[in-house]
């Protein structure tokens, strides 16, 4: 018996009492706690955290201004401490014990120790091991808008988060790109931080504004330029304007966006979790713990909500990690008791 498993000896090598897929601040969170509860736990981590563009990492009390890398290394080395295995790989697929028939393709190593809530996760690298439980920690994909040059600066100077990058931005030259009517909703925010805000119009027509939202813009003194924006204009690798359709400059120091988000819910929806569409991408329904509509199947991050900071993604997956201890506990406490005496 190790240190880190209660109950090491009833599995083999590529069994765990859960798999984490998704080594990001969420992910990591839930493993750390599992460790620490002596849970045989796999992390299976692609390598591509959502705010890697970004030299700092701001708002999480204790770590502001980390960069974001040393965070999430800080947290591997936390999770070794309690034998959490990590391994740099992509869960490809996963299914439920339950959908599969004995000596199907894709059953699980060891067969006879299949349970109607476990699952089998195939990885790219070809190993498939299997879960009591599992957590889809896998965060999501910003989209840009086509700009030219848009994306080399996002994370930098072009920016989509007053909470993670406005005090740095304060008091600059500020543009917003509009992509929908709702960029004036980012436009007024903004003007917290700078008083020199201009909303660029874009592709979104003048008249697509609400009248409460030109109403606030004027209040707030956010110049609003309609027009295409063509390019950026970057000097000794710094934004210093925004070009428009019809060749003027617009000198801007930021330039603020809104991507588009694209949950990673790949997993979650071929194990057939209740999804719900929101304005901002599809995401789980899940209890206040993070439990899917799916037993054993949790989400817990930027996988399970667009608007979860790194802090907010660490405490989903804090909650997460202790949730399914428990459950895994009453769950074998359970089966002990039914035993025959
Ligand atoms: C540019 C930028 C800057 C930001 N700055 C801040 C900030 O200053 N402060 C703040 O609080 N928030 C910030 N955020 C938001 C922050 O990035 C998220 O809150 C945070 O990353 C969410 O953590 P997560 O664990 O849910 O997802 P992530 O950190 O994105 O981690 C998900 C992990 O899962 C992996 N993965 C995905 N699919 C698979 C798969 N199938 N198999 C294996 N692994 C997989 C990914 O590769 C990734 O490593 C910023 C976001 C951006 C875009």
Known sequence: MTESSGNADNYNENSYDVVVVGGGAAGLSAALVLGRARRRTLVVDAGEPRNAPSAHLHGYLSRDGMAPADFLAVGREEIARYGVELVRDRALTAIRDADLTPGAPGRAPGGSDLTPDGFTVTLASGRTVRARHLVVATGLRDELPPLPG????????????????????????????????????????????????????????????????????????????????????????????????????????????????????????????????????????????????????????????????????????????????????FADLDAKAAEPA
Do not use: K
């Open 150 to 329: 848009l994306a080399a600066r996002f994370g930098r100077d072009v920016i989509h988060c007053p909470y993670c990058h406005g005090w740095e931005a304060r008091d600059l030259p500020t543009g917003v790109l509009a992509t929908s009517p709702l960029s004036a909703h980012q436009a007024l925010m903004v003007t917290q931080w700078s008083d020199d805000v201009r909303l660029f119009l874009h592709e979104v027509p003048e008249s697509d504004l609400a009248d409460e939202d030109r109403r606030r813009l004027a209040a707030a003194g956010v110049e609003v330029v309609p027009g295409e924006v063509t390019g950026l204009v970057v000097t000794d690798d710094r934004l210093t304007g925004v070009r428009l359709g019809d060749g003027t400059v617009h000198d801007r120091a930021v330039l603020y966006v809104a991507p588009r988000p694209v949950p990673r819910d790949e997993l979650l929806t071929s194990l057939g979790a209740e999804m719900r569409e929101t304005p901002f991408g599809r995401y789980p329904v899940i209890d206040e713990r993070g439990l899917t509509s799916v037993p054993g199947l949790w989400a817990a991050g930027n996988a399970s909500g667009f608007a979860e900071q790194v802090v907010n993604a660490a405490s989903r997956g804090y909650r997460a990690g202790a949730a399914i201890n428990g459950e895994l506990l």
